[in-house]
């Protein structure tokens, strides 16, 4: 039973008439406590001194202040008082200035019938009672809401989960003026030998004593909040152990030590912590695995920093010298690791074969294959007398075919073989992007397409295409590219357009293509860097989103 519940309600009557204030008081003095004020100013006197009431009556008509005014001041240092009006008038202006400035709950003309005025009053503390009810409910809400939230910003504000610790027991320490508590996090319902803690300023840990330890296992045992009480050189003291489980999992135990207060924790207090502690026990559950995740994520980070070390070391760290012709390449993968790949290769025979391929996806799956297709690729072409490029692209689709059919993948493959002393070019694609040619010594519009190609390896398990051939004149390059360079997003203004929107910025981003690449070579100074080249790709794309490889073959 709550204070209001359990005791007498206050009522303040005045009126300027002493026979009508006696009969009130009279009326109502066996049920309230009753305070009387004879005009509006003794009765503001009144309430300084004796504070909120639960029920006021006011006459209307009096000096020096009449009740509408006189209520109309109460309303903000007392808004839930419920207040009744007395008037010998039915005035209807009086009444509506007076329900409207001083929320008046009802109002009774003169002269008034007792049982139905002391039917009003009981009507009154009804609402007044429900209304202080609902509002301690709303305060308790708040507080709770209001410490949730603190709990909430302190653990999003952490780090790690050692400072996640630290900002939950100070939080919970500061909001209930705790002289000091502590937290400690258990592992196999044992407790771990990190402390993390809080003390009030004027704590003095030398000669203040606080060794909740009997009441901690008694916690660890039943996964039951625990509470004494008792005295430290003469001063009450208080000590709460709240166990934070989650799904039925003791993670820590939090105690609390409160010295010098004469009253302990109240069960609404000790509810909202075990509350707060419910929380906490969640927010650590979900910190433990992301510290989980995070190790884990850490030990795959290492873990494909070898592969791509690997993945590196697999391409060619070195391209050779080889007379009459020069050759650059490039790969960048969007992950650690990547499905791209290049291949420059000199047969001891004089042939420079030359390839760039990409298997479809990103990330390890990709790069396996990736691995292999060089590995078998290399295989083929260190033969004493490589087969065509179209056969060999058979024999690497024969060895492969199962694999990435199986896995849902597939490579694409431009694989060309250039002899220096004929200048004779034979390639086959499967289903790559068209190699570009062109002569670095004449201003061509457009440049020459290889467009002899087939489908990618792993579609078919039997691979058949015919090879292209032409003949290279000097100062010809040959770029192979994959699709990471021709669908790069890259800023209109890599292209110098002039459209723009009204603010005079670039109005879009648009995929490079095979036409837009074509316009960057005409603008890459001479001769021709790849390096250069993909640095500007790149400075004008903001997310590289797929592997890129570029090569280029120039006959000198």
Not at 81 to 106: C, H, P
Not at 311 to 326: E, H, T, Y
Request: hydrophobic share 40%.
């Amino acid at each position: 039973m709550t204070e209001i519940e359990g005791s007498k309600l206050k009522l303040m009557v005045v009126d300027d008439e002493p026979d009508n204030l006696d009969l009130l008081y009279r009326t109502f003095r066996r049920d309230f406590d009753v305070y009387q004020a004879n005009h509006a100013l003794s009765a503001l006197e009144i309430l300084d001194k004796e504070g909120e009431m639960a029920v006021i009556i006011s006459d209307q008509r009096m000096p020096e202040m009449n009740g509408t005014e006189f209520l109309s001041r109460t309303v903000e240092r007392f808004p839930d008082t419920i207040r009744i009006l007395l008037t010998g008038f039915t005035d209807v202006e009086d009444l509506v200035d007076a329900i409207n400035s001083g929320q008046v709950f009802k109002y009774i003309t003169k002269p008034w019938n007792p049982q139905r005025l002391k039917a009003l009053v009981e009507q009154a503390t009804d609402t007044y009672r429900l209304v202080k009810k609902r509002t301690q409910e709303l305060r308790r809400a708040l507080r709770r809401e209001s410490l949730f939230n603190a709990v909430t910003t302190a653990i999003r504000e952490s780090l790690d989960y050692d400072s996640m610790l630290q900002k939950i027991v100070a939080t919970i320490g500061e909001t209930f003026e705790t002289t000091c508590c502590f937290l400690r996090p258990v592992e196999g319902d044992c407790l771990i030998p990190d402390v993390f803690s809080y003390q009030a300023p004027y704590f003095n840990a030398l000669t203040d004593t606080f060794d909740p330890s009997s009441l901690i296992e008694k916690v660890l045992a039943t996964r039951q909040y625990q509470l004494t009480q008792g005295t430290d050189e003469g001063n009450p003291c208080h000590q709460l152990v709240v166990p934070l489980s989650y799904q039925q999992q003791l993670l820590a135990v939090l105690a609390l030590y409160q010295k010098g207060q004469d009253h302990s924790w109240q069960h609404e207090d000790i509810e909202l912590i075990a509350g707060v502690a419910e929380q906490a026990a969640l927010a650590l559950s979900q910190a433990k695995l992301y510290q989980r995740l995070q190790e884990k994520q850490h030990q795959i980070r290492a873990e494909l920093e070898v592969a791509r070390q690997i993945q590196n070391n697999l391409l060619r760290q070195s391209l050779p010298d080889i007379k009459g012709a020069k050759v650059q390449a490039c790969c960048y993968a969007a992950r650690e690791v990547g499905g791209d790949f290049f291949e420059v290769f000199v047969h001891p025979k004089g042939d420079l074969w030359i390839a760039v391929g990409d298997v479809s996806g990103k990330g390890v799956p990709a790069a396996l294959f990736m691995a292999s297709a060089i590995s078998v690729l290399r295989r083929e072409l260190s033969q004493e007398t490589p087969a065509a490029p179209n056969i060999v692209m058979q024999n690497l689709n024969y060895a492969m075919s199962d694999d990435l059919i199986s896995n849902n993948c597939f490579i694409t493959l431009v694989l060309a073989c250039y002899t220096p002393s004929t200048k004779e070019l034979v390639y086959a694609n499967a289903g790559h992007i068209y190699p570009l040619l062109w002569s670095s010594t004449t201003g061509l519009e457009q440049p020459q397409y290889l467009k002899v190609r087939s489908v990618p390896l792993g579609i078919l398990p039997k691979w058949q295409a015919q090879s292209g051939n032409l003949v290279l004149n000097s100062n010809d390059i040959l770029l192979l590219t994959s699709d990471g360079i021709t669908e790069a997003m890259v800023s209109n203004s890599v292209f110098k357009c002039n459209n723009t929107e009204d603010n005079g910025q670039v109005s879009s981003r648009s995929m490079l293509n095979q036409d837009g690449l074509w316009q960057l070579l005409q603008q890459q100074p001479k001769p021709l860097y790849l390096s250069d080249l993909l640095t500007r790709i790149q400075a004008n794309s903001p997310v590289q989103e797929d592997d890129q490889t570029i090569l280029s073959l120039e006959v000198l």
